[in-house]
């Protein structure tokens, strides 16, 4: 089936690290996506990762990816107050139509 | 220079009537998208054209139509609308489909059926 989950909500203090997990469940996906929406905005893709990868870091952003498991998380160094927002993950799905299927999204809120 | 539109940000109407969306993409991408996203921020694939032709149709009512006049425009018809339909719809366009290419979004439309 074509399902990708991930908890509703995450709280963190500000500067400390934030870890957002996903799972999923097609082991045909190709890539695998973190994007971020903003209150009142659209989607903007953050980072993606390919699925013969294990890891990807882009500035303060790491990516790690468990194929495995399924299971794929988004680590934020540092937060900050303008990282608060809902980060979805998504995964490509090969086996039909090329498509991409989001997870359900993460609230980040940051605590002073 | 905003990559793609939709109008009208805001769309509020009443049950049974129809209403559209537009959306333009000045990217020159081949490839795009209708999502909806619902009140708990479900984000769904609805359609997906690339090169006007449609590639994806998710099991959407007949009611939803969407219409390319051209590579750069993808607008969303809805016939009869229903209270259920109120979410906010994103479009979205990528050069390629979607498995070795970015997706990029538009702002959303908010449509409100009473």
């Known amino acids: 089936g074509e399902d990708v989950e991930q908890s509703l909500f995450l709280s963190v203090r500000e500067g400390d690290s934030s870890v957002i997990n996903c799972t999923y469940t097609?082991?045909?996906?190709?890539?695998l996506y973190w994007y971020k929406q903003e209150p009142g905005a659209g989607l903007q893709l953050l980072t993606y990762i390919f699925s013969n990868m294990d890891m990807k870091q882009d500035q303060r952003l790491t990516v790690l990816l468990n194929k495995k498991d399924k299971h794929l998380s988004l680590r934020i160094a540092d937060t900050q107050t303008g990282d608060s927002a809902i980060y979805f993950c998504a995964e490509s799905i090969v086996s039909s139509a090329s498509k991409i299927i989001f997870g359900s999204g993460t609230r980040l809120s940051i605590r002073p | 220079d905003t990559a793609v539109s939709q109008t009208p940000k805001y769309l509020v109407t009443q049950m049974g009537n129809d209403k559209s969306i537009k959306c333009e993409q000045n990217?020159?991408?081949?490839?795009m998208y209708w999502y909806k996203q619902d009140s708990k921020k479900f984000l769904k694939i609805m359609f997906s054209?690339?090169?006007?032709?449609?590639?994806i149709n998710e099991t959407v009512p007949n009611r939803f139509s969407p219409k390319s006049p051209d590579k750069a425009h993808l607008n969303l018809h809805i016939n009869s609308l229903e209270l259920g339909d109120s979410a906010v719809y994103f479009c979205?366009?990528?050069?390629?489909?979607?498995?070795?290419?970015?997706?990029?979004f538009g702002p959303g439309t908010r449509l409100t059926v009473l």
């Open positions: 990217l020159g991408h081949d490839t």
């Open positions: 979205a366009s990528s050069q390629e489909p979607p498995i070795t290419d970015t997706q990029y």
């Open positions: 097609d082991s045909s996906s190709t890539y």
């Open positions: 054209y690339n090169n006007k032709e449609l590639i």
